[in-house]
């Protein structure tokens, strides 16, 4: 008799995915960490292929895989426009197919994968925020790979998964603000210095400075910026201009 998979631990696969979020650098990197973590957790009975499903605006996208042999399996799946992840995705709902050979529905691409050497489809949803939804899907290479304590367990692994990548999704963003923050503020910088050049070498007030630095980003086609950025380091004869503010 095959030996059973052991229970899931939600606390301690909760635990892991939020190690994978703080040990990752980006949102990319974590989804292929996803991809193999649960590739790894949900193996049992035969070789498991995990790939993750972005469905943004009608189009789906492969964004992480466990196994360079999934993208061909998802990409069949997106030509033929519909299968069980996208159906998974849309629905909200698991989608089991334990024996490709005998599924009816999706005969075009049932047919495709199991001529691949997959015998068994596993997709779970993984409900996001905002525009986009997300898909786990679980390939086999057996027909009945997975038992009904092997589907609960990719469900509840799933809805852990879906938390993890809510919150790389928001430390992401978060990363992005800073990054466009501290744009503005060494735009801002570059702008300042310019105008006070300007003022000194004209003579003239803070406006008329800002008119003639505007005039001649007008002119030139040039961000307003950039042209300031020109104006000191010509002056400076250092092209770099350092902002300091605090973190």
């Known amino acids: 008799m095959a030996q059973q998979p052991k229970p899931l631990q939600t606390t301690a696969v909760a635990e892991q995915l939020q190690d994978l979020v703080?040990?990752?650098?980006?949102?990319?990197?974590?989804?292929?960490?996803l991809a193999a973590f649960s590739a790894a957790r949900l193996s049992n009975r035969g070789e498991v292929?995990?790939?993750?499903?972005?469905l943004r605006h009608r189009?789906?996208?492969?964004?992480?895989?466990?196994?360079?042999?999934?993208?061909?399996?998802?990409?069949?799946q997106y030509g033929f426009g519909d299968g069980p992840?996208?159906?998974?995705?849309?629905?909200?709902?698991?989608?089991?197919?334990?024996?490709?050979?005998?599924?009816?529905?999706?005969?075009?691409?049932?047919?495709?994968?199991w001529?691949?050497?997959?015998?068994?489809?596993?997709s779970v949803p993984l409900p996001l925020e905002g525009e986009a939804d997300a898909g786990l899907n679980i390939y086999s290479t057996r027909t009945h790979a997975y038992s009904s304590e092997d589907i609960e367990t990719a469900e509840t692994y799933a809805g852990q998964a879906s938390k993890a990548l809510r919150l790389a999704v928001r430390v992401a963003q978060l990363a992005d603000d800073k990054?466009?923050?501290?744009?503005?503020?060494?735009?801002?910088?570059?702008?300042?210095?310019?105008i006070g050049a300007i003022m000194a070498q004209n003579?003239?007030?803070?406006?008329?400075?800002f008119k003639i630095l505007k005039i001649a980003s007008s002119t030139r086609n040039v961000k307003l910026r950039d042209v300031a950025t020109s104006i000191v380091a010509s002056l400076s004869k250092d092209p770099n201009i350092f902002t300091h503010f605090d973190n």
């Open 115 to 122: 001529a691949q050497g997959i015998g068994s489809i596993l």
């Open 179 to 194: 990054k466009n923050l501290t744009a503005a503020m060494e735009s801002r910088t570059a702008i300042d210095i310019a």
């Open 22 to 33: 703080l040990q990752c650098d980006d949102v990319e990197e974590l989804l292929n960490e």
């Open 59 to 76: 189009k789906a996208t492969t964004v992480a895989f466990s196994d360079v042999r999934v993208l061909p399996l998802d990409e069949m």
């Open 85 to 113: 992840c996208m159906t998974s995705i849309r629905e909200a709902a698991t989608i089991h197919v334990p024996n490709l050979h005998d599924e009816t529905r999706w005969p075009d691409y049932t047919a495709a994968a």
């Open 49 to 54: 292929l995990c790939g993750v499903t972005l």
């Open 203 to 209: 003579r003239c007030s803070q406006e008329a400075a």
